[in-house]
C-alpha cells in the first residue's frame, strides 16, 4: 500500500487548522524586512505580518527554499516511511525554489540508490500563488486519505492548474509599483484619477486585465469576472488581507450572485501581501482549460 506524503510551501497560505487536520507538509519561507529575519507560519500571523509590512520603509524580500533544505525534507520522509511524496511548489516563474525541488531529487536518488522503485517524488508547479494552490493541496490530501493513487493525484493537480484563476484587486497602489507589478508612471496616474488595478495570474504570470474607479468598484468588477470565466456549479475561494470586511463583502456578493458559497475564506500570507499590498480582495475559480 502506498503512504503518501502532500507537501507545499508556505506562499500556498492553507489555514493552519486545515494543515494539522489533513497533515500537510508545509515548508515555511524566510522573510527579511529590513535587518530583521522571520520564519513565515512560525513568528507571525498573516494579520501580524500586514503591520510589520505597513511599518516597513522597504519591501520585504523573501528566500527560496534551498535544495539541501529539500534533500533534508526527502530523506526524513523516506526514514519515515512514505512511498510517496507530491511537492506542489510556488509559481516556478516567481521562484527557484521549483528547480531546488528538482535538483533536490536528483542529488537524493544519488546519495540512495536504495531508493529507487521504493520511493517516488512528484513535483508540481502550480504556475500561481496563495490560495491558487492552496486549495487543490488540501484537495490532494483529501484524496490520499481516501486511497486515491498518487498519478491521480497528480493528474488532478495539474488538471487544476490548468484551469485556475487567481483574480485581485489592490486597494492601494504603493506595493504593487514597489514590486514592478505596476509600472511607477501608471501606478502615479492611477493614485491621481482614484483607479484600481483589477490583475490576474495566468501561466504564471501577471495580468492587469482592467481598472476601476473607486474602492467601491472593485467587489463588483471582480464578480463580473468571476462570472464570465468560471465554470458554473464549481468550487471558489474567497481571500482578504487587513480589510476582512473586504472579503466579508466579496463572499455575500458572490454568493448572492452564484447561488452558493465560497468552500473557503482566508487572509492572504506574505508572499501575497508583499506585492499587493495588505488591503487586497481576490478571488480563486475554475474556469475553462487553457491548453
Known amino acids: 500500500m502506498r503512504k503518501i506524503k502532500i507537501v507545499t510551501d508556505s506562499a500556498c497560505d492553507i489555514p493552519r487548522e486545515l494543515e494539522e487536520k489533513h497533515q500537510i507538509r508545509i515548508l515555511p519561507f524566510s522573510i527579511t524586512v529590513g535587518d530583521q529575519s522571520y520564519v513565515e507560519r512560525r ?8 503591520g510589520i509590512l505597513e ?15 529539500f534533500t533534508e525534507v526527502y530523506e526524513e520522509l523516506f526514514g519515515e516511511g512514505y512511498t510517496n511524496v507530491i511537492y506542489v511548489s510556488i509559481n516556478a516563474k516567481g521562484s527557484s525554489t521549483n528547480s531546488n525541488a528538482h535538483l533536490a531529487k536528483k542529488q537524493f536518488f544519488e546519495a540512495h540508490p536504495e531508493a529507487d522503485g521504493e520511493f517516488e517524488i512528484d513535483i508540481v508547479d502550480s504556475q500561481t500563488y496563495s490560495m491558487g494552490y492552496g486549495y487543490p493541496v488540501i484537495e490532494a490530501a483529501k484524496k490520499a486519505e481516501k ?23 489592490p486597494y492601494t497602489l504603493e506595493y ?10 501608471a501606478a502615479f496616474v492611477g493614485e491621481l484619477m482614484g483607479l484600481k488595478p483589477l490583475i490576474s495570474f495566468e501561466d ?8 476601476v474607479r473607486g474602492e467601491k468598484a472593485v467587489i463588483p468588477a471582480l464578480i463580473k469576472k468571476v462570472k464570465a470565466e468560471m465554470i458554473p456549479q ?3 475561494v474567497v481571500l482578504y488581507g487587513s480589510a476582512p470586511e473586504y472579503g ?12 452558493y458559497p465560497c468552500e473557503l475564506k482566508a487572509p ?8 499587493a499590498g495588505p488591503k487586497v480582495a481576490a478571488v480563486i475559480f475554475r474556469g475553462r482549460p487553457r491548453h
Open 55 to 69: 511599518s516597513s520603509p522597504k519591501i520585504p524580500s523573501t528566500a527560496q527554499y534551498t535544495a539541501m533544505q
Open 234 to 236: 464549481t468550487p471558489y
Open 248 to 259: 466579508d463583502q466579496l463572499a455575500a456578493d458572490l454568493e448572492k450572485e452564484l447561488g
Open 43 to 50: 513568528d507571525f500571523t498573516p494579520e501580524e505580518f500586514y
Open 147 to 169: 486511497g486515491m493513487q498518487p498519478a491521480e493525484i497528480v493528474a488532478y493537480l495539474e488538471d487544476w492548474f490548468n484551469c485556475c484563476r487567481v483574480i485581485f484587486a
Open 176 to 185: 504593487v509599483k514597489k514590486s514592478g507589478r505596476v509600472s511607477c508612471a
Open 268 to 275: 492572504i500570507g506574505a508572499a501575497i501581501s508583499i506585492n
Open 204 to 211: 504564471g504570470e501577471s495580468v492587469t486585465f482592467g481598472k
